[in-house]
């Protein structure tokens, strides 16, 4: 069963020359993720695992000249088309779904160790999909810098199947093109606004300021010293964000039915503060559903982004060549979904602690991708 999720990765090109090929591609991609299910976090360790391990990865390949040196995993994982691999694990992602998500959320993230000085080069910025209901990594996207999000968030787009679902970005992504491409994908969108439009943000505050006897939703939370109360508010009033022109350059989101905002207030060693952030989105919502989505957005932020840094530990590796980076990042998401859907109520850190210990813990763990 765990070739079926190797079958979905055959369109990747090796890039060894066909008659030095030693070691079978498929063989190396099931090694590298295994034993990164397993806890492995560098090549050093991989191969390590790997040669202690043989028999397990045997259930599934032959493995007839062993297992690679870690110089040899590095060289291969640096090669590989890391555009073409993130696609691949996007279509094996749709096998997983067991319906369309209902929101998603689009965010970014830096891989701080990534960059190299004397190269010139940048750390890796990646932008990942992540299905909040199905705890999912959808997709990703890799660019150079955080302010390339605004070109990479379409590429991501066109990957994903988005149909019936609501898209959730923060400021960075707010942008009339993105909007039009999430509606071309049969979904819908909720973008956050800041000063980044400046004539509409303004204009946006206002109308809530003025806004009479509005309908509120409200939330709590406490915890970690401190208290939380969030207002949130929607108003279906936008005729006057789509009439004609009222000054030059302004901004028209197509298909918007909704501007919306949330009130954080929060008291904290005996001081409050107070927030106020602003929305746009093309689907109709009420306060309890708006509520949910911006709840729903900062899932990739604790259920994602925060485990790859503390499980995975994704901040400390020091890959910097070649596409390796960025193909160990997918190898990353691939693992943490196959833990996801592992039929245990433990926390990923004991689920990969388990793998480690129980091949048999391991093999369930393989298989379920079927």
Not at 88 to 116: M, N, Q, Y
Not at 178 to 196: C, S
Not at 321 to 330: D, L, V
């Amino acid at each position: 069963m765990a070739g079926s999720l190797l079958d979905h990765f055959a369109a990747l090109s090796d890039p060894r020359q066909s008659w030095k090929v030693v070691y079978p591609l498929p063989e190396i991609l099931l090694v590298v993720l295994c034993a990164t299910i397993a806890g492995a976090e560098d090549f050093v360790e991989i191969r390590r695992w790997g040669t202690m391990n043989r028999d397990f990865l045997r259930r599934f390949l032959p493995y007839a000249d062993g297992i690679p040196s870690h110089d040899t995993l590095n060289d291969i994982l640096n090669a590989l088309d890391g555009d073409l691999f993130a696609r691949c694990f996007g279509d094996w992602v749709e096998g997983l779904r067991e319906a369309e998500p209902d929101i998603v959320a689009i965010d970014g993230k830096t891989s701080r160790r990534t960059h190299d000085r004397a190269k010139d080069r940048n750390p890796l910025h990646l932008v990942s999909a992540w299905a909040s209901r199905q705890r999912l990594v959808l997709g990703q996207q890799a660019c150079q810098a955080k302010s390339n999000e605004i070109t990479a968030i379409p590429l991501l787009l066109d990957r994903l199947a988005l149909t019936g679902a609501l898209v959730t970005i923060d400021a960075m992504g707010c942008q009339t093109k993105i909007a039009q491409k999430i509606l071309d994908k049969g979904a819908d969108y909720l973008l956050a606004i800041k000063e980044n439009w400046p004539n509409l943000h303004s204009e946006v505050i206002r109308h809530f300021d003025d806004l009479p006897a509005p309908d509120t939703f409200e939330t709590t939370d406490g915890e970690h010293g401190r208290i939380e109360v969030r207002r949130h508010i929607v108003s279906h009033e936008v005729d006057w964000l789509t009439t004609d022109r009222r000054f030059p350059g302004e901004p028209r989101f197509p298909g918007l039915k909704a501007i919306a905002m949330v009130e954080a207030e929060v008291e904290r060693n005996g001081k409050t503060s107070l927030e106020r952030r602003y929305y746009l989105s093309s689907q109709k919502l009420d306060t309890r559903l708006f509520a949910h989505a911006v709840r729903a957005h900062w899932h990739i932020e604790n259920r994602l982004h925060w485990v790859l840094d503390v499980v995975f530990h994704e901040d400390l590796s020091r890959l910097r060549s070649g596409n390796g980076p960025q193909n160990m990042a997918t190898i990353r998401h691939m693992a943490m979904n196959l833990l996801r859907g592992a039929k245990d109520k433990h926390s990923l850190k004991v689920r990969r602690k388990s793998a480690a210990w129980d091949t048999q813990y391991l093999h369930a763990v393989i298989t379920q991708s079927a």
